[in-house]
């Protein structure tokens, strides 16, 4: 990547991947290599997806990003968009898990292949329930509660929470 102009960053925020960065003439650029079935990489393409699907978020979402990066402090613009992202990626998980198909096609599309589709194939049955638990579970991880005592109050996975996170 450095004969293109990318710089290797590194930093323990960067553990679970790798990313690169390249400033031609004022213009911001970034590459993310991560493992293909990492769920930074799914939620990513749930949020993309979300967005595409919700102009009104997208929109709000874009003025936000504006607004942060005014003020030139990419740790502050970082920290301040997360909890927009996180609420985002649980609407598309409750949305996906009410129609498991399309998701599955929306995310077939882009990536070409289905990771963590467990995570909203469930039966008519369960949706209402698992529906509820990622919502408590939003709300207990807003509060910092234990990822121990989460999993015990909604009945969902470790993966499933850490989707949320």
Partial sequence: M???????????????????????????????????????????????????????????????????????DHIWYSMNKEPFVNEANMYALVDAIENPPYWNGRIESIMGYVPHSDLFNVDKEKREVKQLGFELAYKMLKKDMPIDDIIKSTGLSCEEVDYLK
């Fill in 2 to 72: 450095s004969p293109v102009g990318y710089v290797l960053c590194n930093g323990h925020k960067f553990q679970k991947w790798i990313l690169f960065d390249k400033n031609d003439f004022g213009q911001a650029y970034h590459v993310h290599l991560m493992p293909h079935d990492s769920m930074r990489l799914f939620k990513q393409v749930m949020f993309k997806i979300f967005m595409e699907e919700n102009p009104y978020a997208a929109d709000l979402y874009v003025g936000k990003k504006k607004a942060y990066l005014a003020l030139d």
